[in-house]
C-alpha cells in the first residue's frame, strides 16, 4: 500500500485539502497557490523582484531536483546576472521551498560554496505543478528514482544531521551522514561495489535505501525508504 499510494504522496499528499476533498484539480489548486506566495507573498517582503526570471529559476530549479547544478551555468540557461540568481535561491531557502545540498568531497567551505550543488525541494506537489506535471509524470522510472531520492532527503534532513552527497570524478554516492554513505535505489539494487569503495575510502558504513528490500548482508544495510 506505502508503495502504490507514493505517488499520490508526491503529487498531492503533502496538502490535506487535496487529499481529502477530491473535486480540487490538484494542478490548478497547486498553481494557484504558487502565484498567491511568488508574487505576493514572497514579493511583497522582496519588492525589488524581477517576477519573471525569480519564477523561472523556481522553474528550473524545479525541473532538475536531485541534479547537479550550478549558479553560472543556471545563469547562462537563463540569460541572467549571477548574482541575481543568486539571491533568488537565497529567497527560495529562506522561505523553506528549496534546500541546498554540497558535495561532501570537497573539505573547505569555499569549494563547497563554488562548486557543483544538489537542489532539493521541501515540497514536491509543488515542483510538479509548477511545471504543469501530473502524477502520470512520476511513470517514468528515472523521474520517479529523483522523488525517491528528493524524499529521502527530506526524511535525513529532518533527522537533525547535515547532509550532503559525494562526488569524485565519476564516483557517486547520494549521501553522506554521519558514520554512514546512503544510496537510494528505486528499482533494481544492482552493483554495489563502488558504493562500497566510497564507504570504505570514507570509513563510513553503506545503508542502500531500497523499495522494498530489508536485510543486511556483506556489511550492507538494506533499508525500505518508507521505514526512514
Request: hydrophobic letters at 35%; aromatic letters at 16%.
Amino acid at each position: 500500500v506505502l508503495r502504490s499510494e507514493f505517488p499520490r504522496y508526491l503529487y498531492r499528499g503533502q496538502f490535506p485539502e487535496l487529499v481529502i476533498n477530491d473535486r480540487l484539480a490538484p494542478i490548478d489548486y497547486l498553481q494557484s497557490l504558487l502565484d498567491q506566495v511568488i508574487n505576493f507573498d514572497i514579493d511583497y517582503i522582496h519588492t525589488k523582484l524581477d517576477r519573471t526570471l525569480f519564477f523561472n529559476v523556481f522553474k528550473a530549479l524545479s525541473f532538475s531536483i536531485a541534479n547537479e547544478y550550478s549558479i553560472s551555468r543556471l545563469s547562462l540557461d537563463l540569460g541572467a546576472d549571477r548574482r541575481e540568481v543568486t539571491e533568488y535561491i537565497k529567497i527560495f531557502e529562506e522561505t523553506g521551498l528549496f534546500a541546498t545540498c554540497f558535495n561532501g568531497y570537497f573539505r573547505k567551505l569555499r569549494a563547497k560554496l563554488s562548486g557543483a550543488k544538489k537542489m532539493y525541494t521541501y515540497n514536491t506537489n509543488l515542483t510538479l505543478a509548477v511545471n504543469g506535471f501530473d502524477q502520470s509524470y512520476l511513470s517514468d522510472r528515472r523521474v520517479f528514482g529523483q522523488y525517491v531520492e528528493n524524499y529521502v532527503y527530506l526524511r535525513l534532513l529532518t533527522a537533525g544531521e547535515n547532509v550532503e552527497y559525494y562526488r569524485d570524478g565519476d564516483k557517486e554516492a547520494d549521501f553522506i551522514v554521519g558514520d554512514r554513505v546512503y544510496e537510494v535505489k528505486s528499482g533494481d539494487v544492482g552493483d554495489t561495489r563502488g558504493y562500497q569503495e566510497i564507504a570504505r575510502k570514507l570509513k563510513k558504513k553503506l545503508v542502500v535505501v531500497t523499495e522494498n528490500l530489508y536485510d543486511k548482508d556483506d556489511g550492507i544495510t538494506y533499508l525500505p525508504w518508507y521505514l526512514l
